[in-house]
C-alpha cells in the first residue's frame, strides 16, 4: 500500500495529537507530535535559566539539544538530551511560555528542518499549527480542527482532573485564548489553515467519529496515489 503523509493542523487542545495518534496506529505510521518539540526546547530554557528573550542564547542551546519521539506502550515519550521528559514538558511553567520561544526565527527553522526530516520517507502522521502550510506543505492529506474555546478547555480541564493534575477552567480558557492569539498573530508561519486542508469543527464531534472521517480521507487519498 502506498504510503502518504498527513498534516493535522489547528489551535491548543481541538483535539489534534489524540486523533492523530489513532490514526498512525491504524495506518501504522510514525506520529510527530511537533508541539512536543518546542515544549521540550522550551522547558531547556527554563531548566538552564536561559532568557528566552535574548534569541541568540536561545540559539545557542538550540545547537546542543536532541528532542527524541519514542512510541512506548503508553503512548509516545519525549527524550531530550536523553532524559525522558514527557510529563515536564505538560506543566504550566513550559505551557505560558512556549509560544514565546517558539515565535523565535532560530527555533522554527531548527524545528521544521527536524521534522521535515522526521517526514522525509511519507507514511507519517504530524500535528501542530504550522504543518500544512510550512512543515509539509505538499502532504496528500491536510486536515484543520476546530472547536469553540470553551469546549477546548472544557476537554483539556477534564483531561488534567483525570490525571490527577491540578485544574482551573477560567485559567485554562484564558491561557489557550493568549496561546491561540500568541499563535497566530506571529510573524514566522503563523497558525493558519492550508488553503488545501480540509476544515473539520469537532465541537458535537466524539473523538472515534473524527477519527473516523480523517481515516475515511486517507484512505481515498492512498487509494488515488
Ligand atoms: O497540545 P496543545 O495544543 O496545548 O499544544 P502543543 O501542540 O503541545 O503546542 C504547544 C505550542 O507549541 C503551541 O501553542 C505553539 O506555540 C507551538 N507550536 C508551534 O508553534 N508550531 C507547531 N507546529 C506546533 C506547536
Ligand atoms: O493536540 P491538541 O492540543 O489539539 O488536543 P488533544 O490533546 O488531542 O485533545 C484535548 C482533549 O480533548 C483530550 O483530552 C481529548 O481526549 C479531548 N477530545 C475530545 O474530548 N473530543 C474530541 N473530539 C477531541 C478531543
Known sequence: MKKISIAIDGPAAAGKSTVAKMIAEKLSYIYVDTGAMYRAITYKSIVDKVDINDDTEIERLLLHTTIQLKPSANGQLIYLDGND???????????????????????REEMVFRQQMFGKDGGVVMDGRDIGTKVLPNAELKIFLLASVDIRAERRHLENLQKGFPSNLEKLKEEIMLRDKQDSEREISPLRKAEDAIEIDTSSLSIKEVAEKILTLALERIETK
Do not use: D, L
Request: no cysteine.
Open 85 to 107: 521528559v514527557t510529563k515536564q514538558i505538560r506543566g504550566e511553567g513550559v505551557t505560558n511560555k512556549v509560544s514565546k520561544v517558539a515565535a523565535i526565527k532560530a527555533v
